[in-house]
């Protein structure tokens, strides 16, 4: 490793994954867009890429879904989900992937 990347990594705290692996290149195109089912029915919309769990959120009305990637394909300015979806199942790794990412603030109702 140079001494350049050396000094950057302990400077702004970049983790190895950060610095070499860009596989998450090119995953903001799929933020910010409606997500339709094989029927074209709107199923919600795309708000984040999990590159661990190689999934997509999708936020549908109060739900948060999972649904993994390679089921997932660019279709003019939407995006389009491709075969079958378990409901069930992108519930849990939707709502595993909030309980992560997300962090509640509590408000006290008391006044100073």
């Known amino acids: 490793m140079s001494r350049f990347k050396k000094i950057r990594d302990s400077l702004f705290n970049y983790s190895k994954r950060d610095i070499d692996d860009n596989k998450n290149e090119g995953h903001d195109d799929f933020l910010c867009r409606f997500v339709l089912d094989g029927s074209g029915n709107t199923i919600g919309e795309s708000i984040?890429?999990?590159?661990?769990?190689?999934?997509?959120?999708?936020?549908?009305?109060?739900?948060?879904?999972?649904?993994?990637?390679?089921?997932?394909?660019?279709?003019?300015?939407?995006?389009?989900?491709?075969?079958?979806?378990?409901?069930?199942?992108?519930?849990?790794?939707?709502?595993?992937?909030?309980?992560?990412?997300?962090?509640?603030?509590?408000?006290?109702e008391e006044s100073d």
């Open 48 to 108: 984040a890429v999990d590159d661990i769990e190689d999934i997509m959120i999708i936020k549908s009305e109060e739900k948060y879904l999972g649904v993994p990637l390679k089921h997932v394909e660019k279709k003019g300015k939407t995006l389009l989900v491709k075969g079958l979806v378990d409901t069930d199942k992108a519930i849990l790794m939707g709502e595993k992937w909030r309980k992560e990412s997300h962090y509640e603030i509590k408000y006290s």
